[in-house]
């Protein structure tokens, strides 16, 4: 059996993603930025979430429409759970798009050598949750707003 790839030794966020290719994210979150709950997929790393940890927005799609990449970030605020009747589980958050000017787009952290390894590039199909290491989140953070 192989060891799984998080720990949360080395967490130093979760990265949840929505494509905004099959859902208006731009209008959603004009509508309201703040995000309160997120799907992800059962299995180890849902069962690793827990509140207080750190929480970062990922939007993906065609990368000709709109600026992808950190559109958000939070914390969790409780531990993901099945919902109704069970196929799915979500994740409740305190998490706050930011604004559009203030979001870090994909091609900024691609170039960051500190980031180049992160699993949303390697893996970008790879369901939610998705993760930083601690290294790789201290490195997002010189990218955001103060």
Partial sequence: ???????????????????????????????????????????????????????????????????????GIGRLTGAAEPDPPGRTWSVPLDLVILDEADRVPRQRLRADDRLDALEVFRQPQAANPSYLTVAQFAALRTHLPA
């Fill in 1 to 71: 059996m192989t060891e799984p790839r998080v720990s949360l030794d080395d967490l130093g966020a979760w990265l949840i993603k929505g494509n905004a290719d099959r859902v208006d994210l731009t209008s959603r979150f004009a509508k309201d930025p703040r995000v309160t709950s997120w799907c992800v997929r059962p299995g180890y790393r849902a069962l690793l979430m827990r509140a207080g940890q750190p929480v970062v927005f990922w939007a993906s799609g065609s990368r000709a429409r709109l600026p992808y990449g950190v559109w």
